[in-house]
């Protein structure tokens, strides 16, 4: 069998044995649905409520793609503004550091209080979460450059300018993406989060939301299906940044080669 | 030591490197390099040999302007009145510290970009990578390369400014023999067909021999120029050379000076008695 083929087949075959006993498991014990329900049931309230949740899916999609987008933004200019001047990194690190280190539930319902707009005290929450990696990875990134390729620029006289384009920003690639990859992750768990801390605070309609409130009414197969979407949009954007990273990285970079010259 | 024939017959050519009482010490107190006083004329092909970490590379470094010397100085054409000495300058490093994200064609380009050399850089890159036989290989990124040609890139880069000076930091040491002397030969024919000035570093004997018009040894750490050997053959040089009596003659005469330099004569007579 060919290795392309096992590289899908064999976790497929994992997923499906793993429903088929799920589904097995619950019928033949008759476990109420308020409890576990089966995987039929929620694929079923999955069709049966995707107004609802398909909405939901769509706040919460909009908060994750803005606090990732607001971290690239954001984090990619700390990190140069870091590599440009060392003082500045070293005064404002540690407080980097205080940011990430602080667990985004606790100062969550702060924000939400500070912040007027309920979209816009979300973004803020998820961005804390997602922008760490990306100001860590790509400041490491800017500074690990090419001892030789540095003494080249000297020897030709390369401005900071030409040096930061030219030889900065390309060696930092494959560290801001591997960032991007974490914070993609990040920055959906930060919406969840904050929207289940937000809850029922007037601005609910995110899938945290829907799982919150389906907890309390105890309909548990909305909840599971809630939850279904979280993952697969987590998968989603793990793909779709694995997917820029190989696209900008696969004709030069080690992690991104094509398979003919992988390591077995 | 000195072979008076070889310093009479360009003594009238520019001076292009003057080296005067530089020594390198690092602020930990490591002594990377003695006093140097090193002289070399335009149109020479100078080899500095000696063992690992004798400060050659050092030395080398200081010529380029990527070091400063803790004493004395280094100066390019001192008898030129033009400021534009360091931009005829061109440097091979020990490895072929090639962008992996750029084709061969963008990283020979590169020199051109940082000193703005304007218009015109095509004919530039395109001679620069006919030199050095990678014509075909334009669009090809480092990484699909092997050794020797990405050695042949790093070559083209240095020569698409036409510097020069060209100091080469023992740019074939890590790769295998045959394409070694390859590269040897190429850089001598591009050598004598460019006149250009050369500065070589290596360790081996028969590398500086082969390549030079001269070759300086230096001692052990820290490194000192304690010996000196004009190696009197005419351009072109042949792999005929490499079998011939003189050719032996002269790598025992530096061998001998190397072992000098060393103290490893003392020892190995001592294993002998």
Same mark, same amino acid.
């Given at each position: 069998m060919s290795t392309r083929l096992l590289r899908y087949l064999a976790p497929g075959t994992v997923g499906v044995v793993f429903l088929l006993l799920w589904e097995g498991l619950v019928r033949a014990f008759d476990v109420p649905f308020y409890l576990v329900p089966s995987p039929a049931l929620v694929l079923h309230t999955l069709v049966h409520d995707a107004p609802l949740l398909l909405g939901s899916l769509v706040v919460t999609l909009k908060i994750t793609v803005l606090a990732l987008l607001l971290s690239v933004v954001l984090g990619v200019g700390i990190a140069f503004l870091f590599v440009q001047n060392r003082t500045l990194e070293r005064s404002l690190f540690p407080y980097v550091v205080l940011l990430q280190v602080t667990p985004i539930v606790a100062i969550a319902p702060l924000i939400i209080i500070w912040v007027k707009d309920p979209l816009a005290a979300l973004v803020i929450c998820a961005t804390i979460v997602a922008i760490f990696p990306i100001i860590s990875n790509t400041s490491l990134g800017l500074r690990s450059v090419d001892p030789g390729l540095a003494d080249l620029f000297r020897l030709y006289g390369a401005g900071r300018w030409q040096t930061l384009v030219r030889l900065r920003v390309p060696s930092a690639l494959p560290y801001f993406f591997a960032g991007l990859r974490v914070a993609g992750g990040l920055a959906l768990i930060g919406a969840v989060v904050a929207e289940f801390v937000a809850g029922?605070?007037?601005?609910g309609s995110g899938l945290a939301y829907q799982i919150l409130q389906a907890g309390l009414q105890l309909n548990i197969p909305r909840l599971f299906a809630a939850l279904v979407l979280i993952t697969l949009t987590g998968v989603a954007i793990f793909l779709l940044v694995s997917l820029a990273a190989n696209l900008t990285l696969?004709?030069?970079h080690e992690s991104e080669l094509m398979s003919e010259h992988q390591i077995r | 030591m000195t072979n008076n024939q070889s310093l009479i017959n360009n003594h009238r050519c520019p001076i292009a490197v003057q080296v005067e009482g530089a020594a390198k010490t690092y602020?930990?107190?490591?002594?990377?390099?003695?006093m140097v006083d090193l002289q070399v004329r335009e149109g020479e092909f100078v080899t500095l040999l000696g063992p690992?970490?004798?400060g050659k590379s050092t030395l080398l470094r200081m010529v380029g302007g990527l070091l400063q010397p803790s004493t004395g100085r280094v100066r390019l054409w001192?008898?030129?009145? +033009? #400021?534009?000495? !360091? =931009?005829r300058l061109a440097f091979v490093f020990?490895?072929?510290?090639?962008?992996?994200?750029?084709s061969v064609e963008g990283n020979v380009r590169l020199p051109l970009d940082l000193t703005h050399?304007?218009?015109?850089?095509e004919p530039k890159i395109q001679s620069a990578l006919e030199l050095v036989g990678l014509?075909?290989?334009? +669009? #090809?990124?480092? !990484? =699909?390369?092997?050794g020797g040609m990405q050695m042949r890139v790093s070559i083209a880069r240095a020569l698409v400014t036409e510097p020069r000076l060209l100091l080469m930091d023992?740019?074939?040491?890590?790769?295998?023999e045959i394409t070694r002397n390859r590269l040897d030969r190429e850089i001598r024919d591009l050598w004598a067909r460019r006149s250009l000035t050369a500065l070589f570093v290596t360790h081996s004997i028969y590398e500086a021999v082969f390549l030079s018009t001269r070759v300086l040894v230096m001692s052990a750490r820290?490194?000192?120029?304690?010996g000196e050997v004009a190696v009197d053959e005419p351009h072109?040089?042949?792999?005929a050379l490499r079998v011939s009596e003189r050719f032996a003659r002269w790598c025992a005469q530096l061998s001998d000076m190397l072992a000098d330099a060393s103290g490893e004569r003392g020892e190995i007579d001592r294993d002998a008695a």
């Open positions: 029922t605070g007037g601005t696969r004709r030069w | 602020p930990s107190g490591l002594a990377a390099l003695g690992s970490g004798c001192p008898e030129s009145s +033009t #400021a534009t000495s !360091r =931009e020990q490895s072929p510290t090639l962008m992996p994200w750029a050399a304007g218009a015109d850089t014509r075909d290989f334009r +669009t #090809a990124y480092p !990484r =699909e390369l092997s023992e740019p074939f040491g890590a790769l295998d820290p490194g000192r120029i304690v072109p040089r042949t792999d």
